[in-house]
């Protein structure tokens, strides 16, 4: 009974437990998101994003400092998805909060940058807090172009789920193959 308890609480703390910030990189420049980049691993097809594939994420620098998200992708049958967001500058240099257009959340989804040199790739992954909790969402790996090399994914992904603790099944390979891409409408 004890033991089964014990486990239980294990358990609960862990997935109750804060997120980890990232410490800030001195001089780092977070207007350099600014543009376009391929999505090559995130939360996995089956969870957020049923079956899309050659996902791209913009960045649009807006007057006042923050930036437009538009998320594209397509569906199996080659229909266009699209999502808009808001992605808001925060006191640090390496987090966005994430507010999607259109519509209202509960929680509050912020994106925190665990590496980047913005020229080539960038690592996240988010978070989501509600009620003063908050809890790992998910892992996003990007590149400025729609491919990255497997050494480049695999320190990525060592990073993310081993030394930052995303959930494996929370940041899976997105396919970038065979793709048409469509442009940022505004
Ligand atoms: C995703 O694709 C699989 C296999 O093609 C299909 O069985 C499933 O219904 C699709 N899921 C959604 C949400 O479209
Ligand atoms: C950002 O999005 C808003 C709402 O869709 C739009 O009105 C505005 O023109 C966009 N700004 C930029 C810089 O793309
Ligand atoms: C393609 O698939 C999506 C998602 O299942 C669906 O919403 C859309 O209507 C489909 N488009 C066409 C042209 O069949």
Known sequence: MIATLFVVFAFASSALGDCP??????????????GRWYEIAGPTAHQISPNLTCITEDFTLRKDGNFNLTVLSTFQNGSKHVE???????????????YPM????PYLLTFYIADTDYDNYLAAYACYTDAGLSTIQGGLIL??????????YAEL?????????VSSDSVGPIVQRGCKYWPVLQ
Do not use: E
């Open 21 to 34: 910030v990232p410490p800030t990189v001195p001089g780092a420049d977070i207007g350099k998101i600014a």
């Open 157 to 165: 992904i060592d990073l993310l789920v081993n030394k930052i603790g």
């Open 84 to 98: 808009y967001g808001l992605a808001g500058r925060t006191d640090a240099q390496n987090s966005l909060n994430l």
């Open 102 to 105: 259109g519509y209202k959340t």
């Open 143 to 152: 590149s400025r172009t729609n491919t990255m090399s497997a050494d480049k």
